[in-house]
């Protein structure tokens, strides 16, 4: 299964975008999904945790402004990011967890 994350871009502080996760390879549930980020000369870290009853967690830098949700009939999860911030700028990705392989990433840059 491969997980590709979309939907980054470049967007002003206090903008709004939405990261899709979609699984490729498998016609498997997403099932539970996290997502990281990493931003330049940074390691990656953990943001935000959604399981497959839609469960949320998330780190305590973006609580309130990213909503993490599920869409099971497209077998899709989302990261809603609003109110960003230039320190959120990073590669964003989607991963069951930091142990398994990595997919591709996608970029967002929060210009100040």
């Known amino acids: 299964v491969q997980l590709q994350a979309s939907g980054g871009g470049l967007v002003q502080a206090g903008g709004s975008l939405r990261l899709s996760c979609t699984a490729s390879g498998s016609a498997a549930s997403i099932g539970v999904m996290n997502w990281y980020r990493q931003a330049p000369g940074n390691q990656r870290e953990w943001v935000a945790y959604?399981?497959?009853?839609?469960?949320?967690n998330y780190v305590d830098s973006v609580k309130g402004r990213f909503t993490a949700s599920r869409d099971n009939a497209k077998n899709t999860v989302y990261l809603q990011m609003n109110s960003l911030r230039p320190e959120d700028t990073a590669v964003y990705y989607c991963n069951r967890n930091s142990a398994a392989p990595w997919g591709q990433g996608t970029l967002v840059t929060v210009s100040s």
């Open positions: 959604i399981g497959t009853t839609g469960l949320t």
